[in-house]
C-alpha cells in the first residue's frame, strides 16, 4: 500500500483515536444515560396505516391510566405548535419545490406508516406503553401510493391539499448538444435502473432529553444529533423560545450518517413538553420506529442513455431521475436534495461534452426521504457505471480502459464540466490504474477464464466517482439551503498552564475529530497531542457552526481549528520574539518549545511565554492583548472535490444466487491526509453501508403500505462475515483551496459499491447474458434474471439449453 | 419496547410448575431460554399474566443414553448440544444442527426444549427431530405421553402440546450403522433465520446400495415436512449424481413453501431443489470417505 507522508509531527501519522477507549466501552454520555432527578417517559402512537383519515381519538382511558400524566393528540397541538415546513426561499436560484405540513402529531390524515398520532407521558416507559395500548384510534383508510411512477400518473389521489399533482420539486438541465451528441453516436445504451430504498440504520438509535428550568426560564435539550446549533435554531423558532435560554447539547452520538442532520417532530414535542410540564422528558427511539419513523434514503428510477462512438468515447449523457421521497419533506432541508445531486452528479470523472437531465422528487406513501452517506452519488455512480460496463461489452472494448480513456487526467486540472462543476484537482486515471495494479488485473482475467471450465463464475466490476464535500455559503445558498451556511467556526485557547483547547462547530459522531482536530492543533502549536483537547456538541462551549454534514468537518473544522490555532502560534511567537530579540519569523513552536528555526535551539517553553500572556511576573505584556483565546470563522472554497476508485471481485453460486465478495479494493484520494487510519475507517465504514445497499438492505412495504422490514431480523445490514478486509491505497492531490490541502472523504466510501459490485456481479453471469439494473441483489432476484435468462435461451435455441 | 405486566415465578420442581400453571389459569407461559418469548413480550405480541422460568428444575438438564437412544431434557442449552461429545459419538447432526442456530450468545441461552416447543417450520431442532423420527415426551400432573416427531405439529408454530402439558426431554433412537447425514440451511447472511433447511441421513447396505433414507424440508411449508417420494426414490440406488438429482426434483415438488418478505415461494422451491441434492451429495461423500 502507497503509505501516506508525514508532513508534521502528528500531519499524516496513524494516531490512535483518543474517542475509543471511551465509546468502546460505554464508559460515556450517550443521550440514553442522561439521568435527572423527575424525568418522565415519552412514547409515541404511530400509525398503522400508510394512508387513512383520523376519523377520532379516544385518549380517555389513557390518560386515566397508572403513572400518565398528559395524553396529546394533534388536535391539542393546533394553535400550539407550528408542523415542520421547508418554504421554498425566493432569493435561491434553484427551481421551487412545493411545501408541505409535517404536523407534529398527525392531524386529520395520516401519510405513512408510523407517523406519530398520540403521545403519552407517564412516569416510566413501562406505564407509557401500558397506556399507549389504551389508546383507540378509529381510521378511514384512504387510497395508497407506494410507487413514484404511480404517483405521477395523471388520476393518482394527491396527498397533498392544495398540490396539483404530487411533484414536490422537478428541475432540468441542459448542457451541451445532447441531441446532437446522441445523432452522431455509434452506439447508444440505454437502460432503466432501480435503487431499493434504504435507511441509514445507525447503530444509536434518536433520542432527547428536554429539561426546562423555570427558575431561570432556560432550556436544556440534549439530542442524538449531529447539528447542535441548527437544531436550536429551529427549536428556539418552533417553540417561540428565545435562543439565548435555549441550550442544545450533543453528547456522544453513536453514529448519524446523515439521518440525524435533520430536525424531528419527536424532538419539537420532547421540548415543548418539558416547557409546559417544567420537568424533564425523555424519549429514547425503539429500533422498530428507527426503521419506520426516522427518515429513509435512496431510492429512486433512472432511466439513462449514454452515447458513445465506436472508439469508446463518450459524446453525451440523458438522464431522467424520479425519486420517491415519500410523505413530507426533510427538515429543514428539503427532500430533493438525493435526486437532484445524483443529477448534477451524474458525469462523475468523466468527459463528456453534452449532458442533460430531468429531475423529479415525487411524493409517495412512505416514510420520507432524508439524506444518508453519499447523497444521490451512490445512485449516479451506480447508473454511470453501469452504462459503461454494458457499453464496453457491446463495443468489445476493455472495461477498464474505456473508462481511463475517457477520465479527466491529471493535466486537465482545475477542470470544468459540462455542466459547470469545477474540479480543483484529482487523480482518476491514476486511481482506476492503481486499483487494477492491486487486484493483479490480467492475472484475475485468466484465473476467470479457468474457473469458469469448473463452472465457478467470478466477476470484476470497477466504479470511480467523484466525492464533493464541504459547500461553501455562496454555494448552500444558491441551492436554497434555508438557514445553513458554509463556514465553521472554531474557538482555540491555550490556559495557563499551556493546555490547549480548541472548541469546533462541527459534531464528531464516529468520525474521530477529537482526534484529528488535537492532531493538526498540535503540529501549529508545537505541543503533544495529549495536551490538546478538542470540544464540540454544546451549543454553551462551542462558537456558532454548522454540524457534520456533506464531508465538511475535515475542511471546515479542520480550517477553522488551523486558522485559530495559527492565530495563537504568531502571538505565542511575537511575544518570544519580543522577550528575546530574535525576530519571529526564526522562531517556530515544536515538542513545547519555542525554537529557533535554523539549528532548532529551544529559546522558551511553550507553557512558560503562555503563562507570561495571562499573567507576566514583570506585568508587562509588550504591547499584546492579554490572553491566549481566540474565535475565527473559515469559510471553505466554493465544493471540495475528492475522487476514488472501487473495484470488486464477487463469486456468484449461479445455483443460489448468492454473491460473495472475494476483494474489495478502494484506490481514494482525499488530498492531504491528516490521519490515514481514520481516512481507512471511514472508508471501510462507508463501503459495509454501500455493500448493504448493493446487497442486503431493502426497505420492504405490503400492498398496504405497512412496513414489512420493520426489525433487524428482515432489515439487513452487513456484519463482519459480509463484509472481506477492504484493501485501501491512498493517493494525493491537494486542494489548492483549503488550509492544507485537506479534501473530505466521510461518504465516498458508501458511494462506489453499488456500481462496482452490480458491475462485477453482471460481469461473473457473463456466459448468462443478463443485465444487472436493480438493487438490491438479493441471491433471488440475480436467480430470476438467470431463469430469464435460461428461458430467453431456450426460446432462441429451442429445446435443450440448460443451465 | 416494555412487556406488559406479568409475574415471574422461578420454581425448582415440575409439581411446582404444575402448581403455577394451574394457578395462572390457562394465562402462563413457561420461559426456557427466552431467545424466542421475551423479545415476543417485548414486542408485546404476548401477554402473558404469568412467566414461570423452569431455569432451576434441574431434572430438565440432563442428557442420557437409554438402550441406544440418546434422551435429552428440554433445557438443554444449544450451546452444550453444540459442544457435546456424549452427543456427538452417536449423533453429530445435532452438533451441527444446534451450531445454525443464532450466535453463539443465543446458542448460551436457547433450548432443545424451547425450540421444539416453538415449532419454527424454519427451526433446526423441528427439522432434525423429523428426520431422526424422534420422540418428545409430555408431561402433565396426570399423564405422560411420548408423541413422535412427525405427529407433533399441525401448523406454523402448532404443536399439538396442551396447555397443562411441558414438553420434558426428546429422544433420538440410534442411528444404524453405515449411516451419514446432511445438513445444510440457505440464510443471507450465517446464522440468519434460514428460508430453507435441508436435512437428510442414508444408510448404505453392505452391497453399497442406499436401504434407507430420511430427507427433512424446513422452511418450505407450513411445518417442517419429510420428502418421503425423494427419500424413497433413493431406496436401491447407489447415491449417484442421477439419483440424487431425482430425489431433488421430487422433494422441491413435496413442498408447498410460502412467499414471505425473507423470499418467494418459487425461490424456496428452487432451492430446494438445489439444497436437497447438496445435503445428499454431502451424506453420500461421507460414507465413501468412512
Same mark, same amino acid.
Not at chain 1, 422528558?281 to 432511466?303: C, G, P, T, Y
Not at chain 2, 411420548?146 to 426428546?170: C, H, K, M, N, Q
Given at each position: 500500500?502507497?503509505?501516506?507522508p508525514?508532513?508534521?509531527?502528528?500531519?499524516?501519522?496513524?494516531?490512535?483515536?483518543?474517542?475509543?477507549?471511551?465509546?468502546?466501552?460505554?464508559?460515556?454520555?450517550?443521550? $440514553?444515560?442522561?439521568?435527572?432527578?423527575?424525568?418522565?417517559?415519552?412514547?409515541f402512537?404511530?400509525?398503522?396505516?400508510?394512508?387513512?383519515?383520523?376519523?377520532?381519538?379516544?385518549?380517555?382511558?389513557?390518560?386515566?391510566?397508572?403513572?400518565?400524566?398528559?395524553?396529546?393528540?394533534?388536535?391539542?397541538?393546533?394553535?400550539?405548535?407550528?408542523?415542520?415546513?421547508?418554504?421554498?426561499?425566493?432569493?435561491s436560484?434553484?427551481?421551487?419545490?412545493?411545501?408541505?405540513?409535517?404536523?407534529?402529531?398527525?392531524?386529520?390524515?395520516?401519510?405513512?406508516?408510523?407517523?406519530?398520532?398520540?403521545?403519552?407521558?407517564?412516569?416510566?416507559?413501562?406505564?407509557?406503553?401500558?397506556?399507549?395500548?389504551?389508546?383507540?384510534?378509529?381510521?378511514?383508510?384512504?387510497?395508497?401510493?407506494?410507487?413514484?411512477?404511480?404517483?405521477?400518473?395523471?388520476?393518482?389521489?394527491?396527498?397533498?391539499?392544495?398540490?396539483?399533482?404530487?411533484?414536490?420539486?422537478?428541475?432540468?438541465?441542459?448542457?451541451?448538444?445532447?441531441?446532437?451528441?446522441?445523432?452522431?453516436?455509434?452506439?447508444?445504451?440505454?437502460?432503466?435502473?432501480?435503487?431499493?430504498?434504504?435507511?441509514?440504520?445507525?447503530?444509536?438509535?434518536?433520542?432527547?432529553?428536554?429539561?426546562?428550568?423555570?427558575?431561570r426560564?432556560?432550556?436544556?435539550?440534549?439530542?442524538?444529533?449531529?447539528?447542535?446549533?441548527?437544531?436550536?435554531?429551529?427549536?428556539?423558532?418552533?417553540?417561540?423560545?428565545?435562543?439565548?435560554?435555549?441550550?442544545?447539547?450533543?453528547?456522544?452520538?453513536?453514529?448519524?450518517? $446523515?439521518q440525524?442532520?435533520?430536525?424531528?417532530?419527536?424532538?419539537?414535542?420532547?421540548?415543548?413538553?418539558?416547557?409546559?410540564?417544567?420537568?424533564?422528558?425523555?424519549?429514547?427511539?425503539?429500533r422498530?420506529?428507527?426503521?419506520?419513523?426516522?427518515?429513509h434514503a435512496?431510492?429512486?428510477?433512472?432511466?439513462?442513455?449514454?452515447?458513445?462512438?465506436?472508439?469508446?468515447?463518450i459524446? $453525451?449523457?440523458?438522464?431522467r431521475?424520479?425519486?420517491?421521497?415519500?410523505?413530507?419533506?426533510?427538515?429543514?432541508?428539503t427532500?430533493?436534495?438525493?435526486?437532484?445531486?445524483?443529477?448534477?452528479?451524474?458525469?462523475?470523472?468523466?468527459?463528456?461534452?453534452?449532458?442533460?437531465?430531468?429531475?423529479?422528487?415525487?411524493?409517495?406513501?412512505?416514510?420520507?426521504?432524508?439524506?444518508?452517506?453519499?447523497?444521490?452519488?451512490?445512485?449516479? /455512480?451506480?447508473?454511470?457505471?453501469?452504462?459503461?460496463?454494458?457499453?464496453?461489452?457491446?463495443?468489445?472494448?476493455?472495461?477498464?480502459?474505456?473508462?481511463?480513456?475517457?477520465?479527466?487526467?491529471?493535466?486537465?486540472?482545475?477542470?470544468?464540466?459540462?455542466?459547470?462543476?469545477?474540479?480543483?484537482?484529482?487523480?482518476?486515471?491514476?486511481?482506476?490504474?492503481?486499483?487494477?495494479?492491486?487486484?493483479g488485473?490480467?492475472?484475475?482475467?485468466?484465473?476467470?477464464?479457468?474457473?469458469?471450465?469448473?463452472?465457478?463464475?467470478?466477476?470484476?466490476?470497477?466504479?470511480?466517482?467523484?466525492? #464533493?464535500?464541504?459547500?461553501?455559503?455562496?454555494?448552500l445558498?444558491?441551492?436554497?439551503?434555508?438557514r445553513?451556511?458554509?463556514?465553521?467556526?472554531?474557538?482555540?485557547?491555550?490556559?495557563?498552564?499551556?493546555?490547549?483547547?480548541?472548541?469546533?462547530?462541527?459534531?464528531s459522531?464516529?468520525? $474521530?475529530?477529537?482526534?484529528?482536530?488535537?492532531?493538526?492543533?498540535?503540529?501549529?502549536?508545537?505541543?503533544?497531542?495529549?495536551?490538546v483537547?478538542?470540544?464540540?456538541?454544546?451549543?454553551?462551549?462551542?462558537?456558532?457552526?454548522?454540524?457534520?454534514?456533506?464531508?465538511?468537518?475535515?475542511?471546515?473544522?479542520?480550517?477553522?481549528?488551523?486558522?485559530?490555532?495559527?492565530?495563537?502560534?504568531?502571538k505565542?511567537?511575537?511575544?518570544?520574539?519580543?522577550?528575546?530579540?530574535?525576530?519571529?519569523?526564526?522562531?517556530?513552536?515544536?515538542?513545547?518549545?519555542?525554537?529557533?528555526?535554523?539549528?532548532?535551539?529551544a529559546?522558551?517553553?511553550?507553557?512558560d511565554?503562555?503563562?507570561?500572556?495571562?499573567?507576566?511576573?514583570?506585568?508587562?505584556?509588550?504591547?499584546?492583548?492579554?490572553?491566549?483565546?481566540? /474565535?475565527?470563522?473559515?469559510?471553505?472554497?466554493?465544493?471540495?472535490?475528492?475522487?476514488?476508485?472501487?473495484?470488486?471481485? #464477487?463469486?456468484v453460486?449461479?445455483?443460489?444466487?448468492?454473491?460473495?465478495?472475494?476483494?474489495?479494493?478502494?484506490?481514494?484520494?482525499?488530498?492531504?491526509?491528516?490521519n490515514?487510519?481514520?481516512?481507512?475507517?471511514?472508508?471501510?465504514?462507508?463501503v459495509?453501508?454501500?455493500?448493504?445497499?448493493?446487497?442486503?438492505?431493502?426497505? #420492504?412495504?405490503?400492498?398496504?403500505?405497512?412496513?414489512?422490514s420493520?426489525?433487524?431480523?428482515?432489515?439487513?445490514?452487513?456484519?463482519? /462475515?459480509?463484509?472481506?478486509?477492504?484493501?485501501?491505497?491512498?493517493?494525493?492531490?491537494?486542494?489548492?483551496?483549503?488550509?492544507?490541502?485537506?479534501?473530505g472523504?466521510?461518504?465516498?466510501?458508501?458511494?462506489?459499491?453499488?456500481?462496482?459490485?452490480?458491475?462485477?456481479?453482471?460481469?461473473?453471469?457473463?456466459?448468462?447474458?443478463?443485465?444487472?439494473?436493480?438493487?438490491?441483489?438479493?441471491?433471488?432476484?440475480?436467480?430470476s434474471?438467470?431463469?430469464r435468462s435460461?428461458?430467453?435461451?431456450?426460446?432462441?435455441?429451442?429445446?435443450?439449453?440448460?443451465? | 419496547?416494555?412487556?406488559?405486566?406479568f409475574?415471574?415465578?422461578?420454581?425448582?420442581?415440575?409439581?411446582?410448575?404444575?402448581?403455577?400453571?394451574?394457578?395462572?389459569?390457562?394465562?402462563?407461559?413457561?420461559?426456557?431460554?427466552?431467545?424466542?418469548?421475551?423479545?415476543?413480550?417485548?414486542?408485546?405480541?404476548?401477554?402473558?399474566?404469568?412467566?414461570?422460568?423452569?431455569?432451576?428444575?434441574?431434572?430438565?438438564?440432563?442428557?442420557?443414553?437409554?438402550?441406544?437412544?440418546?434422551?435429552?431434557?428440554?433445557?438443554?442449552?444449544?450451546?452444550?448440544?453444540?459442544?457435546?461429545?456424549?452427543?456427538?459419538?452417536?449423533?453429530?447432526?445435532?452438533?451441527?444442527?444446534?451450531?445454525?442456530?443464532?450466535h453463539?450468545?443465543?446458542?448460551?441461552?436457547?433450548t432443545?426444549?424451547?425450540?421444539?416447543a416453538?415449532?419454527?417450520?424454519?427451526?433446526?431442532?423441528?427439522?432434525?427431530?423429523?428426520?431422526?423420527?424422534?420422540?418428545?415426551t409430555?408431561?402433565?400432573?396426570?399423564?405422560t405421553r411420548?408423541?413422535?416427531?412427525?405427529?407433533?405439529?399441525?401448523?406454523?408454530?402448532?404443536?399439538?402440546?396442551?396447555?397443562?402439558?411441558?414438553?420434558?426431554?426428546?429422544?433420538?433412537?440410534?442411528?444404524?450403522?453405515?449411516?451419514?447425514?446432511?445438513?445444510?440451511?440457505?440464510?443471507?447472511?450465517?446464522?440468519?433465520?434460514?428460508?430453507?433447511?435441508?436435512?437428510?441421513?442414508?444408510?448404505?447396505?453392505?452391497?453399497?446400495?442406499?436401504?434407507?433414507?430420511?430427507?427433512?424440508?424446513?422452511g418450505?411449508?407450513?411445518?417442517?415436512?419429510?420428502?418421503?417420494?425423494?427419500?424413497?426414490?433413493?431406496?436401491?440406488?447407489?447415491?449417484?449424481?442421477?439419483?440424487?438429482?431425482?430425489?431433488?426434483?421430487?422433494?422441491?415438488?413435496?413442498?408447498?413453501?410460502?412467499?414471505?418478505?425473507?423470499?418467494?415461494?418459487?425461490?424456496r422451491?428452487?432451492?430446494?431443489?438445489?439444497?436437497?441434492?447438496?445435503?445428499?451429495?454431502?451424506?453420500?461423500?461421507?460414507?465413501?470417505?468412512?
Amino acid at each position: 500500500m502507497k503509505s501516506v507522508p508525514r508532513r508534521g509531527k502528528f500531519l499524516g501519522a496513524r494516531v490512535s483515536r483518543v474517542e475509543d477507549l471511551r465509546v468502546l466501552t460505554g464508559r460515556t454520555l450517550f443521550v $440514553g444515560d442522561v439521568q435527572l432527578p423527575d424525568t418522565v417517559a415519552l412514547v409515541f402512537l404511530r400509525s398503522t396505516h400508510a394512508h387513512a383519515r383520523i376519523v377520532s381519538i379516544d385518549v380517555s382511558r389513557a390518560a386515566a391510566a397508572p403513572g400518565v400524566i398528559k395524553v396529546l393528540t394533534g388536535e391539542d397541538l393546533t394553535g400550539v405548535l407550528a408542523p415542520l415546513r421547508v418554504d421554498w426561499n425566493p432569493d435561491s436560484i434553484q427551481p421551487p419545490h412545493r411545501p408541505c405540513d409535517w404536523f407534529i402529531l398527525a392531524r386529520d390524515v395520516v401519510r405513512f406508516f408510523g407517523e406519530a398520532v398520540a403521545a403519552v407521558v407517564a412516569t416510566d416507559t413501562y406505564m407509557a406503553e401500558d397506556a399507549r395500548d389504551l389508546i383507540h384510534v378509529e381510521y378511514e383508510p384512504m387510497s395508497v401510493l407506494l410507487d413514484a411512477e404511480r404517483a405521477l400518473e395523471p388520476d393518482a389521489p394527491i396527498l397533498h391539499p392544495g398540490w396539483e399533482d404530487n411533484v414536490m420539486f422537478k428541475a432540468e438541465r441542459d448542457c451541451g448538444n445532447v441531441a446532437r451528441a446522441f445523432k452522431q453516436a455509434d452506439l447508444k445504451v440505454s437502460q432503466r435502473f432501480k435503487t431499493g430504498r434504504q435507511t441509514a440504520l445507525p447503530l444509536e438509535t434518536r433520542g432527547c432529553v428536554a429539561s426546562y428550568d423555570r427558575a431561570r426560564e432556560e432550556l436544556t435539550f440534549w439530542s442524538s444529533s449531529q447539528i447542535p446549533h441548527v437544531l436550536r435554531t429551529h427549536l428556539a423558532r418552533l417553540l417561540k423560545f428565545p435562543e439565548n435560554r435555549l441550550r442544545v447539547i450533543a453528547p456522544d452520538v453513536g453514529g448519524g450518517f $446523515g439521518q440525524k442532520a435533520h430536525v424531528f417532530p419527536e424532538e419539537v414535542l420532547t421540548a415543548y413538553l418539558s416547557v409546559t410540564l417544567e420537568r424533564p422528558v425523555k424519549w429514547i427511539e425503539e429500533r422498530n420506529e428507527n426503521l419506520s419513523s426516522a427518515l429513509h434514503a435512496k431510492e429512486q428510477v433512472v432511466d439513462a442513455e449514454i452515447a458513445l462512438s465506436n472508439d469508446g468515447s463518450i459524446l $453525451g449523457l440523458k438522464a431522467r431521475l424520479v425519486s420517491d421521497i415519500g410523505a413530507y419533506t426533510e427538515y429543514p432541508w428539503t427532500s430533493w436534495l438525493e435526486v437532484f445531486l445524483a443529477g448534477n452528479v451524474m458525469p462523475g470523472p468523466y468527459k463528456i461534452p453534452a449532458y442533460s437531465f430531468k429531475a423529479l422528487a415525487v411524493c409517495t406513501n412512505k416514510t420520507t426521504l432524508g439524506v444518508y452517506r453519499g447523497v444521490g452519488a451512490p445512485v449516479a /455512480t451506480f447508473v454511470i457505471e453501469r452504462l459503461l460496463d454494458i457499453a464496453a461489452r457491446r463495443l468489445h472494448l476493455d472495461p477498464v480502459q474505456l473508462r481511463l480513456n475517457n477520465m479527466i487526467r491529471k493535466e486537465d486540472h482545475p477542470y470544468t464540466n459540462v455542466a459547470g462543476a469545477y474540479v480543483e484537482s484529482g487523480s482518476h486515471r491514476e486511481a482506476l490504474s492503481k486499483a487494477a495494479e492491486i487486484i493483479g488485473y490480467a492475472d484475475f482475467r485468466s484465473e476467470q477464464k479457468k474457473q469458469v471450465r469448473r463452472g465457478r463464475h467470478l466477476g470484476l466490476g470497477v466504479a470511480s466517482f467523484i466525492e #464533493v464535500s464541504a459547500p461553501g455559503t455562496q454555494f448552500l445558498l444558491a441551492g436554497g439551503s434555508p438557514r445553513t451556511a458554509g463556514w465553521e467556526s472554531a474557538r482555540a485557547q491555550m490556559d495557563i498552564s499551556g493546555k490547549v483547547t480548541i472548541a469546533v462547530g462541527t459534531h464528531s459522531h464516529g468520525q $474521530g475529530h477529537e482526534t484529528v482536530f488535537a492532531q493538526l492543533a498540535a503540529d501549529e502549536l508545537g505541543v503533544d497531542i495529549a495536551d490538546v483537547s478538542i470540544r464540540y456538541g454544546d451549543t454553551a462551549v462551542s462558537p456558532l457552526g454548522w454540524g457534520t454534514n456533506a464531508s465538511r468537518s475535515a475542511v471546515v473544522g479542520g480550517g477553522a481549528t488551523l486558522k485559530a490555532a495559527r492565530i495563537l502560534r504568531d502571538k505565542i511567537l511575537r511575544f518570544a520574539a519580543k522577550r528575546t530579540e530574535i525576530p519571529d519569523k526564526e522562531l517556530k513552536l515544536a515538542d513545547g518549545f519555542i525554537r529557533r528555526i535554523d539549528d532548532g535551539r529551544a529559546i522558551a517553553k511553550i507553557a512558560d511565554i503562555a503563562h507570561d500572556l495571562i499573567i507576566p511576573a514583570d506585568g508587562n505584556y509588550l504591547g499584546e492583548e492579554p490572553g491566549l483565546d481566540t /474565535t475565527v470563522v473559515y469559510e471553505p472554497p466554493m465544493l471540495t472535490n475528492s475522487n476514488a476508485t472501487h473495484l470488486a471481485t #464477487v463469486e456468484v453460486d449461479i445455483e443460489t444466487g448468492q454473491v460473495k465478495i472475494l476483494r474489495y479494493v478502494v484506490v481514494e484520494d482525499c488530498g492531504t491526509v491528516i490521519n490515514p487510519a481514520i481516512v481507512e475507517g471511514q472508508i471501510q465504514g462507508g463501503v459495509t453501508q454501500g455493500i448493504g445497499g448493493a446487497l442486503y438492505e431493502h426497505i #420492504v412495504y405490503d400492498s398496504l403500505g405497512r412496513l414489512m422490514s420493520n426489525s433487524l431480523m428482515d432489515y439487513l445490514p452487513p456484519t463482519a /462475515t459480509e463484509v472481506p478486509t477492504i484493501e485501501i491505497a491512498h493517493l494525493e492531490s491537494p486542494s489548492p483551496h483549503t488550509m492544507l490541502g485537506i479534501k473530505g472523504m466521510g461518504e465516498g466510501g458508501a458511494v462506489g459499491p453499488w456500481g462496482a459490485i452490480a458491475n462485477a456481479v453482471e460481469d461473473a453471469l457473463a456466459p448468462f447474458d443478463v443485465c444487472v439494473s436493480e438493487l438490491p441483489l438479493t441471491p433471488e432476484r440475480i436467480l430470476s434474471l438467470l431463469n430469464r435468462s435460461a428461458r430467453l435461451q431456450r426460446a432462441t435455441v429451442g429445446e435443450g439449453a440448460r443451465l | 419496547m416494555k412487556p406488559a405486566p406479568f409475574s415471574y415465578a422461578a420454581p425448582k420442581s415440575l409439581e411446582e410448575v404444575f402448581d403455577l400453571i394451574e394457578l395462572a389459569d390457562g394465562n402462563a407461559r413457561l420461559l426456557a431460554g427466552g431467545q424466542s418469548l421475551i423479545p415476543m413480550l417485548n414486542l408485546r405480541q404476548l401477554r402473558p399474566a404469568a412467566l414461570i422460568d423452569l431455569t432451576r428444575v434441574s431434572e430438565l438438564s440432563r442428557l442420557r443414553r437409554e438402550g441406544g437412544d440418546l434422551h435429552l431434557g428440554a433445557m438443554v442449552r444449544h450451546s452444550e448440544v453444540e459442544s457435546s461429545s456424549f452427543v456427538a459419538k452417536t449423533h453429530s447432526i445435532l452438533g451441527r444442527a444446534a451450531s445454525e442456530i443464532g450466535h453463539a450468545a443465543i446458542r448460551n441461552r436457547g433450548t432443545i426444549g424451547g425450540s421444539l416447543a416453538l415449532g419454527d417450520p424454519a427451526g433446526e431442532f423441528p427439522l432434525v427431530a423429523a428426520i431422526l423420527g424422534a420422540s418428545i415426551t409430555l408431561r402433565s400432573r396426570t399423564r405422560t405421553r411420548a408423541v413422535s416427531a412427525a405427529d407433533f405439529y399441525f401448523g406454523a408454530f402448532r404443536s399439538v402440546i396442551e396447555p397443562d402439558e411441558i414438553l420434558t426431554e426428546v429422544a433420538f433412537p440410534a442411528l444404524p450403522p453405515r449411516t451419514t447425514w446432511g445438513f445444510q440451511e440457505l440464510c443471507r447472511r450465517p446464522h440468519d433465520f434460514a428460508i430453507a433447511a435441508v436435512g437428510a441421513t442414508i444408510t448404505f447396505d453392505s452391497h453399497g446400495r442406499i436401504s434407507r433414507a430420511a430427507i427433512g424440508l424446513g422452511g418450505v411449508d407450513e411445518t417442517v415436512i419429510l420428502a418421503a417420494d425423494a427419500a424413497a426414490s433413493l431406496i436401491g440406488t447407489e447415491g449417484t449424481k442421477t439419483s440424487i438429482a431425482v430425489a431433488a426434483q421430487a422433494a422441491s415438488l413435496e413442498c408447498k413453501p410460502v412467499s414471505d418478505v425473507r423470499a418467494s415461494a418459487d425461490y424456496r422451491r428452487q432451492i430446494t431443489r438445489v439444497l436437497t441434492a447438496r445435503v445428499l451429495q454431502e451424506a453420500v461423500e461421507k460414507s465413501k470417505a468412512s
